[in-house]
């Protein structure tokens, strides 16, 4: 193995670094990978720009990178369902004990949860890293690298719809049309949702919305009312949506996905924005649209591996850019700039492939 652990790291708010890190050696339990796609996401760029989101701050330096796949070259003593040479896909959420939320299932919302690359945890973006063999799955022989890497992704959209309910014959309005909203909406498709429409500010995203499956396009501008942009909602569909999944965190929105789900239906909160949202809530009181919140996902990537290895799901078209890992900081301006949907960054010098 040539020492090269080539490694991005965030030193501090807008402080990113290429560096060398030694090659660690996994625990019993854990498994050593060499690491082949990972993508970037916003929480990525978040960290580097604001140094913070929300209560997690960057005080020490961070690896990035939570949306992974890769090779296993070295298995810890007590690793008995991987082998070197298997190729996984990395669940980066890993409990840390077994506490309430673990047993009920829930272990997404385990306070002490270990999470690659949120605030004090190390993520994923490097040549080699060690993680929980029980958190790492193998890929079928038809499910690309990429593909693995865009489970973390895929999974959000999958727990929103779980959380929502959808379900064969369902109308679903998804609320932003980037790689959450995006996900969601081919979630929503496999889960048998019959019409879906998704709402953007930017008509380039509403195209990629058409091109993975969305039966209905609401081009947004900053001005709409949301009373409004409900009733095209509405005339679109030509029903009040049973389900709205809302993906921006943006205040009008949210407002919006409210005043158009039908009485009776569910929106789910998936996108974060400020802490404090002003929303018509007797409204969504009195006509019994439930309000439920989305926190990462749980159990869900083996449901995801089989949506890909049996073609039901292709996720496929939403990687849009492709870097080499030794151009992290081209990479991570071009998610900054919002440039294409998903980029992915290619760790192994040999293999540049998908």
Wanted: proline share 6%.
């Amino acid at each position: 193995m040539v020492e090269d652990n080539l490694t991005v790291v965030l030193h501090s708010k807008g402080n990113l670094r290429l560096e060398q890190r030694p090659i660690p050696e996994p625990g019993p339990n854990e498994v050593l990978l060499k690491m082949h796609s990972v993508g970037i996401c916003g929480s990525d760029v978040h960290y580097w720009q604001n140094g913070r989101i929300g209560d997690y701050v960057v005080k020490q330096p961070m690896i990035l990178g939570h949306e992974a796949s890769g090779r296993v070259v070295k298995v810890g003593s007590a690793v008995t369902h991987l082998k070197a040479g298997d190729r996984v896909a990395i669940e980066p959420g890993v409990p840390r004990e077994v506490d309430e939320f673990f047993k009920s299932g829930h272990y997404n919302l385990s306070p002490s949860i270990f999470f690659c690359a949120t605030p004090p945890d190390d993520g994923n973006l490097c040549r080699y890293y060690k993680h929980n063999a029980n958190f790492c799955y193998k890929l079928p022989d038809n499910v690309t690298y990429e593909e693995g890497a865009l489970i973390e992704p895929l999974s959000v959209g999958i727990h929103a719809c779980r959380r929502a309910g959808v379900t064969l014959g369902n109308s679903v309005f998804v609320c932003g049309a980037g790689p959450i909203g995006l996900v969601s909406l081919l979630a929503a498709k496999a889960m048998g949702a019959s019409q879906v429409i998704i709402s953007d500010l930017s008509s380039d995203r509403l195209a990629k919305a058409k091109e993975i499956g969305a039966d209905f396009l609401l081009h947004v501008k900053k001005e709409d009312e949301p009373k409004d942009m409900a009733k095209k909602v509405e005339g679109m569909l030509g029903c009040m949506p049973q389900i709205s999944i809302e993906c921006t965190g943006v205040q009008s929105s949210i407002q919006t996905a409210i005043y158009a789900t039908r009485s009776g239906g569910v929106l789910v909160l998936v996108g974060l924005g400020t802490e404090m949202t002003t929303v018509p809530l007797l409204n969504a009181a009195v006509r019994e649209v439930d309000i439920r919140g989305v926190f990462r996902y749980c159990n869900t990537w083996p449901v995801a591996i089989s949506m890909l290895a049996s073609k039901k799901v292709n996720v496929k078209p939403l990687v849009t850019h492709r870097f080499p890992l030794e151009q992290a900081m081209q990479a991570f301006e071009t998610t900054r700039q919002g440039l294409g949907v998903k980029v992915m960054l290619k760790c192994d010098k040999n293999d540049q492939n998908p």
